[in-house]
Every structure is written in C-alpha cells, then in structure tokens.
C-alpha cells in the first residue's frame, strides 16, 4: 500500500468537527454538494490541511467519471482523510462522517421543500426564487472549476517562486551584477512556466464551449482530457 502523502493524528474533536462542517455545507448545497466544493478545498485543504491539493482535485475527477452520482466526491474525499490518518478504519470512517454529515440535512429539506414547492408552483415568490437561484448556482459550480483548473498554476507559481529565491541568493553571493542576471533569468523562466500551462487553460475554456453549445456527454469529454494527459500534452 502507498504510503499517504500526509500524517494526521485526528481525535474525536476533529471528526466531531469535520462532521459539523459537511452538516452545514449541505445546508448550502444548492445545486447540489458539487457546488459546495470551493467551501470544502477552504476547509480541508487550506485551513485543515487533511487532504492535499492532487488527493482533492483527484476526489472530484473520480466522481465525475465513474457512474453514479457526483456526491461520491465525499466519500472519496472522507477515506482520503482517514487513509491519511494511517488506516482503513479510519477510512470508512471518513466515508460515514463526510456522507452521513453532506447528505441527511439537504435530504430531510429537499423532500419537504419539494413537496411544498409542488403544491405551491403557481406562486409568483415560488417562480421568482427558482429563477433567482439559478446563477448562484452557475457561480458556485464555475468557483470550484477555477479552483481546481488553478491547482496546475499554482504548483507553477511556487515552482518560480523558488527559481527567483534561489536566484537572488546566488545573486547575493556573486555580486549585484550577476544577481541582476540570476534575477532576469529567473523571470524568464517562471514566465515559461506559466506559459506551458496554456493547454490547460485552453482545455477549459474548449470544454466549457463544448458542454454549452453541444449535447456531447460527458464522460466523452473525461476522456479526451485523460488521452491528453496520458501524451502529456496538458
């Protein structure tokens, strides 16, 4: 078995939090828990640091191409944490906290809210919200394209990052004038390296066209991007 990326020592007030935090996510789940995902990468990414940036973006990638639904996102997400904390029963808790937290309040709410919106169509307030929460919807699901299309970016960034810091030492170290040189040589380079991520952004923006204005599924379109990564042209 690989070993996790990352080692994490959770106690019960960590998966007393974790199963808080999907609580209220799936309060905010409008659309469903895939618009919620910007919230998620917030918490367990960046604030938590249970889950790396591959293992999130991975989670979401998996969902979306397999069959069923795209809320398998977390129960990935959840036996990535536990698998991370250094067991498979630490997993298939992580499964039970993430899925039983994402999916009992939007369920409970769901079938009551349709129920009553069935009854009610007719009114003008009912038509008026289900119009209204149509572009929140799009901005939370463009949000967690943004996120997870600038994963890549980023990894550059941080990759010219450290060319311009170890430039500037040896710059430091030979002289102003040859610090000067290190200092541009490193600009080019982290140039370069965020122009050779313009396959990606271009991917996107083709993917994004083709779902738009065509009726290709879309699991075709998972598997033009995975025959595009297997070559390394993205």
């Known amino acids: 078995m690989t070993a996790p990326p990352l080692h994490l020592a959770l106690g019960w007030n960590d998966w007393l939090n974790l199963f808080a935090h999907f609580l209220t996510l799936s309060l905010m789940s409008v659309g469903g828990a895939i618009s919620t995902s910007s919230e998620m990468h917030r918490f367990l990414v960046e604030q938590q640091h249970w889950l790396t940036q591959d293992q999130f973006n991975h989670a979401i ?4 191409a397999a069959p069923g639904p795209n809320v398998l996102f977390v129960a990935l997400m959840g036996w990535q944490i536990g ?3 250094g067991s498979t029963t630490a997993a298939l808790a992580g499964v039970a906290v993430t899925m039983v937290g994402i999916m009992t309040p939007s369920t ?3 079938y009551a809210a349709a129920r009553w919106g069935h009854r009610n169509r007719d009114l003008r307030a009912v038509r008026a919200f289900k119009q209204g929460m149509a572009p929140v919807v799009i901005a939370l699901l463009l949000s ?4 997870m299309a600038s994963a890549a970016a980023a990894a550059a960034g941080a990759g010219a990052a450290t060319a311009t810091a170890t430039a500037t030492a040896a710059g430091a170290g030979a002289g102003a004038g040859a610090g000067a040189g ?3 040589a490193a600009s080019i ?3 370069r390296d965020l122009l050779a991520h ?3 952004w271009l991917t996107v923006a083709v993917s994004g066209i083709v779902i738009w204005r065509t009726r290709i ?3 075709w379109l998972l598997a033009a991007g995975a025959v595009l990564g297997a070559l390394g042209l993205i």
């Open 61 to 64: 990638t998996l969902a979306q």
């Open 83 to 85: 698998i991370n904390a």
């Open 108 to 110: 409970v709410i769901t």
């Open 144 to 147: 967690t394209a943004w996120i």
């Open 182 to 184: 290190a200092g541009t």
């Open 189 to 191: 380079a982290a140039a």
């Open 198 to 200: 313009g396959p990606l």
């Open 217 to 219: 599924h879309l699991l």
